[in-house]
């Protein structure tokens, strides 16, 4: 794949991450919201271990309402009152109507309080399959830490309507081995406002403690006081003589939240309240209809003069019950969410008879304060081990994750409001073998390297089946190997982005044992479907036969002679046709020969076998024209006029022909050397691989400017012969680039299988002459007589177009 594809492929990986993972930051309310980012790094192959951070931006509305509950508890009271969590604690109250450091620092380190456990003392704050057990401002420092780990807080008053940040760092753990968790929870945007929560009931024993009213939340005024009825401490307004209450009676007892703050909490504060009611127990039997007992509310702070009665159960008033038994009200006060309210219990009486009267305990007030509004929520996961994540299940957030050798990401986003998270799951598992990413990892190289070693030798088994004189010309199915190469690269894709799909709106993750699925699959089918391809068309079209491999005269079992001789039948050594009529000579292995070729062998170039042929000794001589200056030359008859030089121009009376492969069959290397200096005269490249040392042939051979690599395993410096593949591919590249042509020469090919292999040598034959052949490059080989079997010469012979037999001659 080239550079302009891979990074094309990198774009668009990056496109879906961001797609899937930041798609919900494109919308905003129009009220605000609160987003809510996290990131959590666990490490370990037990229990897991680490931390994270909080980042919390509120904007609009929501941070309005978050910058007014601060400055109403911290900036009005110099303690949290009664009743609220963290009651009798300093604010750092300022006073001054903006939020101050201290007062920040204050708030934000309840909100640590809460994460850790809040007043409860747990352990901390289960969040999902870990457990988050420290936390603090990102920037801890006292005096500065608090406006570099916050923005929009500091200096901010009840009219500002910047956005707010608050950046946390936390610890964490997990011990869990297993576990289906929830990918939203309500714990980080509670965890803001909670702080704020107001929750008090009344002492059952009605006794006074530390500056408080007995009858707390209630004073003891206009004849109302705490007693004991039916064997029960309870607030009543009667006569212990009488036991009974005065006529025309009108009497009242108020609440308050905080004595010790009075007169700054007379009332119960509901400005942090999402929600509030109050309960209390009461008995009572009265005379008459005249004789009734209320609940009033007051709002006008600081006065609370206005006093207006409530509805309980349909009524204003609270109806009587029999002697001895206690009834329950319960009323809520939501109406009054924002404001501060006072509370009392109201008796009036007419002149007409008496009773016991009413009688009240159990008073209890919840207020609770939690978060309102709509979330964006962020997560990430950065986990480093054996574990895994698997078998997602989405209502309507979106997950993105990351498959590392080292561990898996996971990151989650999801838009929710006020009624609940969405119900978003996912599996937790420190090791499943079906899901661990490090066994994926190896399924994923099996599976490629199978896919490409299987076509790879597929095609090798398909050209091999080709005479090496038309290898060059059996192509690859370009299709086919680039369907191989589609397949690895799903199979990568789907192992680092298991829901590389969800972007597409296809909701499915690719989890291990449908990726070892995958794996096998694609393994089989390109593997096994390449091979049964290229055998098919082996079958489909046989490959050619070499013109050696035509015997002139040849019959075919029970068959007669032929009426014509064969035109494309060539001689075995010099590989000219034999034309019709002339004399030829057959070898038992089935080689064919000019009967002159023959006579100048003494054994066979393809089998080895001696060649007995009863030719006359005698040398002849034959003229013959020089190729380059035209002038007639008389040179034994038999001799390969390659080999002689012309006495008139110096030149050869025949030329080697450029872009051929020529395996040379010479115990002297002169010949090999003269032909490499003739085929790069006029400036084309040159370069020599052989054994001996450079200095020595550059200045036995006269080829001083040209490039020689010694190939030696022993030799300093040189070429080891094992790595001819790939060090010696490296430099012939640059001569093949080059596009001059030029000429290669293997001197002592024979030793260099000596000291490597013959199947390495090939191997790497095979390769380079593939790389000559495109950039028309001759390449010449010399191999000694008798160093090599006559099946390794056949092997190597394989390798070339034509073998020059000089075993006779020089």
């Known amino acids: 794949m080239g550079p302009a594809r891979s990074a094309a492929?990198?774009?668009?990986?990056?496109?879906?991450?961001?797609?899937?993972?930041?798609?919900?930051?494109?919308?905003?309310?129009?009220?605000?919201?609160?987003?809510?980012?996290?990131?959590?790094?666990?490490?370990?192959?037990?229990?897991?271990?680490?931390?994270?951070?909080?980042?919390?931006?509120?904007?609009?509305?929501?941070?309005?309402?978050?910058?007014g509950k601060i400055l109403h508890l911290f900036d009005e009271y110099a303690q949290v009152p009664r009743g609220f969590a963290y009651a009798g604690a300093a604010t750092g109250r300022i006073g001054d109507g903006r939020i101050e450091s201290s007062e920040g620092l204050a708030y934000t380190g309840f909100v640590e309080n809460e994460l850790e456990g809040g007043l409860t003392g747990g352990p901390g704050t289960p969040i999902g399959y870990f457990l988050l057990d420290r936390s603090d401002l990102i920037d801890p420092d006292e005096q500065a830490g608090f406006n570099r780990s916050t923005f929009g807080l500091l200096g901010t008053d009840i009219n500002s309507t910047q956005d707010i940040q608050i950046r946390f760092l936390?610890?964490?753990?997990?011990?869990?081995?297993?576990?289906?968790?929830?990918l939203s929870t309500r714990a980080y945007a509670d965890v803001l406002h909670t702080v704020f929560s107001f929750e008090q009931r009344q002492s059952s024993s009605l006794t006074s403690s530390a500056g408080y009213n007995a009858s707390w939340?209630?004073?003891?005024?206009?004849?109302?006081?705490?007693?004991?009825?039916?064997?029960?401490?309870?607030?009543?307004?009667?006569?212990?003589?009488?036991q009974t209450y005065l006529v025309n009676a009108d009497a009242s007892t108020r609440s308050f939240m905080d004595r010790v703050l009075a007169p700054l909490a007379p009332g119960f504060d509901l400005r942090f309240a999402t929600s509030v009611r109050a309960s209390f127990a009461y008995t009572g039997q009265v005379a008459d209809a005249g004789d009734q007992l209320s609940l009033e509310v007051s709002r006008n702070a600081p006065a609370y003069t206005d006093w207006a009665p409530l509805t309980i159960n349909g009524s204003q008033t609270l109806p009587p019950t029999p002697v001895g038994q206690w009834a329950t009200a319960d009323v809520n006060l939501s109406a009054y969410i924002g404001q501060q309210i006072r509370l009392r219990f109201r008796f009036v009486s007419d002149l007409v008879g008496v009773d016991r009267g009413f009688f009240v305990r159990d008073f209890a007030?919840?207020?609770?304060?939690?978060?309102?509004?709509?979330?964006?929520?962020?997560?990430?996961?950065?986990?480093?081990?054996?574990l895994s994540f698997s078998d997602p299940r989405l209502a309507t957030g979106g997950v993105h994750a990351i498959r590392t050798p080292g561990g898996e990401i996971l990151y989650y986003s999801a838009v929710w409001g006020t009624n609940a998270p969405p119900d978003d799951s996912i599996r937790f598992r420190t090791f499943d073998a079906l899901e661990n990413p490090q066994i994926l990892l190896g399924a994923m190289l099996v599976a490629s390297y199978a896919i490409s070693r299987a076509q790879e030798a597929a095609y090798d088994r398909y050209r091999?089946?080709?005479?090496?004189?038309?290898?060059?010309?059996?192509?690859?199915?370009?299709?086919?190997?680039?369907?191989?190469?589609?397949?690895?690269?799903?199979?990568?894709?789907?192992?680092?982005?298991?829901?590389?799909?969800?972007?597409?709106?296809?909701?499915?993750?690719?989890?291990?044992?449908?990726?070892?699925?995958?794996?096998?699959?694609l393994g089989l089918l390109l593997g096994l479907g390449t091979r049964a391809y290229y055998r098919q068309k082996l079958e489909e079209a046989p490959p050619p036969v070499a013109p050696q491999d035509v015997l002139l005269g040849r019959t075919e079992a029970g068959g007669s002679a032929p009426a014509a001789a064969v035109p494309l039948v060539h001689c075995t050594s010099c590989l000219k046709e034999v034309a019709e009529g002339e004399k030829t000579y057959f070898c038992s292995c089935g080689a064919l020969y000019h009967l002159r070729c023959a006579a100048g062998l003494m054994r066979c170039s393809n089998c080895r076998k001696p060649i007995s042929v009863e030719v006359v000794r005698k040398e002849r001589i034959v003229s013959m024209r020089c190729e380059a200056c035209g002038e007639i030359v008389a040179i034994p008859e038999g001799t390969d006029p390659r080999t002689v030089?012309?006495?008139?121009?110096?030149?050869?009376?025949?030329?080697?022909?450029?872009?051929?492969?020529?395996?040379?069959?010479?115990?002297?290397?002169?010949?090999?050397?003269?032909?490499?200096?003739?085929?790069?005269?006029?400036?084309?490249?040159?370069?020599?691989?052989?054994?001996?040392?450079?200095?020595?042939?550059?200045?036995?051979?006269?080829?001083?400017?040209?490039?020689?690599?010694?190939?030696?395993?022993?030799?300093?410096?040189?070429?080891?012969?094992?790595?001819?593949?790939?060090?010696?591919?490296?430099?012939?590249?640059?001569?093949?680039?080059?596009?001059?042509?030029?000429?290669?020469?293997?001197?002592?090919?024979?030793?260099?299988?000596?000291?490597?292999?013959?199947?390495?040598?090939?191997?790497?034959?095979?390769?380079?002459?593939?790389?000559a052949f495109v950039h028309a490059v001759t390449v010449l080989g010399r191999v000694g007589p008798g160093s090599l079997a006559d099946d390794e010469v056949r092997r190597l012979r394989a390798e070339f177009d034509e073998i020059l037999d000089l075993t006779a001659q020089l």
Not at 365 to 386: C, F, K, N, Q, T
Request: glycine share 10%.
């Open 9 to 67: 492929l990198a774009v668009v990986l990056s496109l879906l991450l961001f797609w899937t993972v930041a798609t919900p930051l494109l919308a905003q309310g129009p009220a605000g919201r609160l987003s809510i980012a996290s990131d959590v790094e666990l490490f370990g192959t037990g229990p897991l271990m680490g931390g994270g951070h909080i980042t919390w931006t509120l904007s609009g509305e929501e941070a309005r309402e978050l910058r």
């Open 170 to 182: 936390f610890n964490g753990f997990t011990t869990t081995t297993d576990s289906v968790f929830p």
């Open 217 to 242: 939340p209630f004073l003891e005024e206009d004849g109302w006081h705490v007693t004991t009825v039916d064997g029960t401490r309870a607030m009543g307004l009667w006569n212990e003589t009488t």
């Open 365 to 386: 007030i919840s207020a609770p304060s939690v978060y309102e509004g709509e979330v964006l929520e962020s997560d990430a996961h950065y986990l480093i081990g054996l």
């Open 464 to 521: 091999e089946a080709h005479p090496s004189v038309y290898r060059p010309a059996v192509h690859r199915a370009k299709w086919l190997h680039r369907a191989g190469k589609v397949g690895m690269g799903i199979l990568v894709l789907f192992y680092f982005l298991p829901t590389a799909l969800f972007p597409l709106g296809l909701r499915v993750f690719v989890g291990g044992p449908a990726y070892l699925f995958l794996a096998l699959t």
């Open 645 to 771: 030089t012309c006495r008139v121009c110096g030149g050869r009376l025949r030329q080697l022909d450029a872009g051929k492969r020529y395996l040379i069959l010479a115990s002297n290397p002169a010949i090999a050397f003269v032909w490499m200096r003739d085929l790069a005269k006029g400036g084309a490249p040159a370069l020599c691989f052989s054994p001996a040392a450079p200095d020595r042939l550059r200045l036995e051979y006269g080829v001083k400017d040209m490039q020689i690599l010694r190939v030696s395993a022993t030799a300093p410096d040189a070429l080891d012969p094992k790595k001819l593949d790939p060090v010696g591919l490296k430099a012939i590249l640059p001569l093949a680039r080059a596009g001059k042509g030029g000429v290669i020469l293997y001197d002592g090919l024979d030793q260099f299988v000596t000291e490597s292999s013959l199947g390495e040598v090939i191997r790497f034959l095979r390769k380079a002459n593939d790389m």
